[in-house]
């Protein structure tokens, strides 16, 4: 069975950094791109980054870009998201997700994580 | 960057009807890259169809998708209890991947 367990959530001020991890079992880990995605309280699904299972292939989201860094372990089957300069807006639940298609990059995502919920504020 | 929009924004209806779900795209978006999901309150989003028309492994046939280009189409042919929840699109064939502001189908 696949399981993404997300960790590393909290409360934190502004401009403070946070990092996330996502723990996968039930599948051969290295072999699918992973991504995160964050839903704000109330609000709709946004992409956020995403890795390609040998990391070399990285993306992200305008608004995170330059201050949110993505990375995996395949070694220890975890994929990561370091969060620095933390801003009100990043508040959200942050889903780890699975791409469906071994191999594909950019793709559709067949399993989630129950998510991490982070909260930016003074 | 790919705007998805998504209509009607709520959709109310009772159970054992026709639920029809629109997604459009502010610029082409090949097939072979347009996914729904759906989303019940305090759960994770579930892949329902991934290229467009294809069901994603364990989705009931009730559930469809259809469309090309710039329009597509979720379809529900008979809504069950459980149905009931927010839909979400999402194209993944350029960066960055976006989803739609989703429909809620709600209980009439």
């Known amino acids: 069975e696949v399981q993404l367990v997300e960790s590393g959530g909290g409360l934190v001020q502004p401009g403070r950094s946070l990092r996330l991890s996502c723990a996968a079992s039930g599948f051969t880990f290295g072999d699918y791109a992973m991504h995160w995605v964050r839903q704000a309280p109330g609000k709709g699904l946004e992409w956020v980054s995403g890795?390609?299972?040998?990391?070399?292939?990285?993306g992200y989201a305008d608004s995170v870009k330059g201050r949110f860094t993505i990375s995996r372990d395949n070694a220890k089957n975890s994929l990561y998201l370091q969060m620095n300069s933390l801003r009100p807006e990043d508040t959200a639940l942050y889903y780890c997700s699975k791409v469906r298609t071994y191999g594909d990059y950019f793709s559709n995502f067949d399993y989630w994580g129950q998510g991490t919920l982070v909260t930016v504020s003074s | 960057e790919i705007v998805l929009t998504q209509s009607p924004g709520t959709l109310s209806l009772s159970p054992g009807e026709r639920a029809t779900l629109s997604c459009r795209a502010s610029?082409?978006?090949?097939?072979?890259?347009l996914a729904w999901y759906q989303q019940k309150p305090g759960q994770a989003p579930r892949l329902l169809i991934y290229g467009a028309s294809s069901r994603a492994t364990g989705i009931p046939d009730r559930f469809s998708g259809s469309g090309s280009g710039t329009d597509f189409t979720l379809t529900i042919s008979r809504l069950e209890p459980e149905d009931f929840a927010v839909y979400y699109c999402q194209q993944y064939g350029r960066s960055p991947l976006t989803f739609g502001p989703g429909t809620k189908v709600e209980i009439k």
């Open positions: 890795i390609s299972w040998n990391s070399g292939s990285i």
């Open positions: 610029q082409s978006v090949s097939s072979t890259f």
